[in-house]
């Protein structure tokens, strides 16, 4: 008797992501939805970590930052062409692809995350928040695309905390690096775990 192995909704949502993707590289045009949106955002608000958890390694877990992403209202602005907004928040809009020679504009396709920290290196769970980088409207076909880039701070007053950051691959694989006073203290390598308690739409 043959068994059929069950998709995970992990794998369910990436599919999804990637065949919106596709639909908008076809075309021409760079469609951005709400359902998008949502899929992505479900990817994001997880949590990461490692065999050594348990033990006081690394964990980390991720929400959507809502008082940045509501803030945004700007659909194919120079800085920022599209914010990812998770819970069917997300806006609805079409851009052209760019072209060089646009005043320097970066077009970006971002998500504002913020999220918590418990772990090695830290004695004691850090509060931290930035933004994931996704592609920009410089070449439709990377949008979405993964690696996922990630640019984090530290917040509060965590002595000498300046920056994590680093890419989630395809496969939920996280790999950050910690800087304090810009020298490298750590590299990790987390997984995507169960989702994140976020805070109800």
């Not at 068994?3 to 999804?16: D, E, F, K, Y």
């Not at 993707?21 to 076809?26: D, E, G, I, V």
């Amino acid at each position: 008797m043959s068994h059929t192995r069950p998709i995970s909704p992990r794998t369910l949502r990436l599919g999804l992501v990637l065949g919106l993707a596709l639909a908008a590289c076809s075309s021409g045009v760079i469609r951005f939805s709400p359902e998008q949106d949502a899929a992505i955002m479900l990817e994001l608000e997880s949590v990461f970590e490692t065999s050594a958890t348990s033990a006081g390694g690394p964990r980390l877990a991720l929400c959507e930052n809502r008082e940045l992403s509501d803030a945004w209202d700007s659909p194919g602005g120079c800085q920022q062409a599209h914010v990812v907004r998770g819970g069917g928040r997300g806006i609805a809009h079409m851009e052209d692809g760019v072209g060089f020679g646009c005043g320097g504009c970066p077009f970006g396709v971002v998500a504002f995350v913020r999220g918590t920290w418990t772990g090695e290196p830290f004695a004691e769970p850090v509060e931290l928040q930035g933004s994931v980088g996704m592609g920009d409207l410089y070449d439709a076909g990377e949008i979405f695309s993964y690696p996922y880039r990630f640019y984090l701070q530290c917040k509060g007053e965590i002595p000498a905390c300046a920056s994590i950051d680093g890419e989630l691959d395809q496969t939920g694989e996280l790999r950050l690096s910690v800087h304090f006073d810009q020298t490298d203290v750590g590299h990790y390598v987390l997984q995507a775990g169960g989702q994140a308690e976020c805070p109800a739409l």
